[in-house]
């Protein structure tokens, strides 16, 4: 891979020299090395953090991750309540046949995919952008309670996405932009963990709204679902437009004083974070691809996005369904399984993380791990506690998101703007293959042993183990 990938910064620095001065901007992280920060892997500060840091973190977790967890646990519940609400009767009352259930997945990632870059462009220039998309993607929840043919429930899934796909990506990319390398990792785990909580929380919403909502007014338990989504999705919206500090260049927040502010701006400075220059067009864009950052990490995240479908499809609960030993609300129950082990996961490689201040290690011996497990799961005449112990630990896969895109923020610190394209385009791209790859590869009616999509997941297990060692080198070879 590294071989593929253009570097211009021979080039640019021999002009600079010739000029007599140095263009940071236009260079790879060169300069990006920090000394290695010690601490103990259940400290939360370091040890040369001074008072007025800790009183600091304490408020940037408070005020940052407050908002972040809780807007990715309900983005969350709103995406795998589709999949609740389709084996609660949703699939029976709109009369789904075929693939449709697979081609809604499809119509939300297309949206979600072509709106991410420019909002979250967006969203690096303006503050409020963030909660402000949080809240209409609350009304396009709501909606779908009211569909009453496919073709509706898609226009309402291509709205959902569309606002949904500023959040993932301009969280991480405020979480790089207030906190040093050594403290970014777990940040961004316990932010992922809503994942987790929320793929959880959908169960066992499902299974309450079923059992005493169904029916309420005339309406279908799985309809409810959506509107109970929808009022949990409000009010942390709001929560956002008041508490939510956007990043230090433009925080306008009435929690942090103006030395903490300025505080908050020296110690991403004296980590080679730069405050955005702004958006100049086609030549900002040149600044981006002329960098190997944006072509090596959009190579690292695509087969992870890949190699982590069978929880995004839903194929775990259509396994458990297929089993036929258990009605609805224990399906919905059972559901939660894996997203909740997946919890500990996150947890446990984030702050592994940031106590090796290393990433390459862990991903390649998850990729190994989740390999045999699947392998067993699919290919092997298993027993049934072994399948369940592999559906269980499904997650895992997953659970490495937070160190994916620690590193994406680490790599592209000195570069704002390059910070925000580079972590949006790592998740557009993979995502606009994501958008047709499961309608050849975890069609729905394959489910529940989904042969090619397993065979699928598995080859990119492989190819992500490999392209990690290939972005751990060229990383080093650049400190």
């Not at 600079?16 to 500060?45: C, D, E, I, M, N």
């Not at 309402?156 to 906190?179: N, P």
């Not at 194929?315 to 609805?328: F, G």
């Not at 082990?341 to 190994?368: E, N, R």
């Amino acid at each position: 891979m590294p071989c593929c990938i253009p570097d211009f910064r021979a080039s640019e620095a021999g002009s600079a020299q010739a000029a007599g001065s140095l263009p940071t901007r236009h260079l790879a992280s060169s300069f990006r090395t920090q000394p290695r920060v010690k601490r103990r892997w259940y400290q939360w500060y370091a040890d040369t953090d001074t008072p007025a840091e800790r009183t600091l973190l304490i408020k940037m977790d408070l005020l940052i991750l407050s908002y972040a967890f809780l807007g990715f646990w309900v983005k969350y519940i709103d995406n795998g309540n589709l999949t609740n609400a389709y084996v609660s009767g949703m699939k029976e009352d709109l009369g789904f046949y075929g693939n449709q259930f697979v081609q809604l997945q499809t119509v939300y990632t297309v949206a979600y995919t072509v709106f991410m870059i420019p909002l979250t462009l967006l969203a690096a220039k303006y503050r409020n952008v963030i909660p402000a998309c949080d809240l209409l993607w609350g009304v396009f929840t709501l909606l779908q309670y009211r569909a009453n043919s496919f073709g509706e429930l898609a226009a309402y899934r291509f709205m959902v996405g569309a606002f949904e796909s500023v959040y993932f990506t301009s969280i991480h990319y405020t979480l790089g932009s207030w906190y040093r390398t050594d403290e970014l990792s777990r940040r961004a785990g316990i932010f992922y963990m809503s994942t987790g909580l929320g793929t959880m929380s959908t169960g066992f919403l499902a299974s309450g709204v079923i059992i005493h909502l169904d029916g309420v007014n005339g309406l279908a338990g799985w309809r409810w679902l959506f509107i109970v989504c929808a009022i949990i999705t409000f009010p942390v919206s709001i929560y956002g437009f008041i508490f939510f500090p956007s990043t230090p260049d433009k925080t306008k927040s009435w929690f942090l004083t103006d030395a903490e502010k300025e505080l908050a701006r020296e110690r991403m400075r004296k980590t080679g974070g730069k405050p955005p220059t702004g958006f100049s067009g086609w030549k900002t864009i040149y600044r981006f691809l002329g960098r190997w950052h944006f072509w090596a990490l959009v190579l690292f995240q695509m087969p992870w996005g890949w190699s982590s479908q069978a929880s995004s499809n839903g194929a775990y609960t259509l396994w458990i369904k297929s089993l036929k030993r258990y009605d609805v609300s224990e399906v919905n129950l059972l559901s939660t399984v894996h997203p909740g082990v997946g919890i500990f996961f996150v947890w446990f490689y984030s702050f592994l993380s940031d106590a090796l201040q290393t990433k390459m290690p862990i991903i390649v011996v998850q990729c190994l791990f989740q390999f045999g497990m699947q392998f067993a799961f699919v290919f092997w005449k298993s027993s049934f506690n072994f399948k369940w112990a592999a559906v269980a630990t499904g997650y895992a896969q997953v659970a490495l998101s937070p160190i994916v895109y620690s590193w994406a923020n680490e790599i592209c610190r000195e570069d704002a703007e390059e910070r925000a394209f580079v972590i949006a385009s790592m998740l557009a791209i993979s995502n606009s293959f994501s958008a047709w790859i499961p309608l050849l590869v975890w069609p729905t009616t394959s489910a529940p042993y989904y042969h090619k999509g397993y065979v699928f997941s598995e080859v990119n297990m492989i190819a992500f183990a490999a392209t990690t060692i290939a972005l751990w080198w060229w990383d080093r070879r650049d400190q």
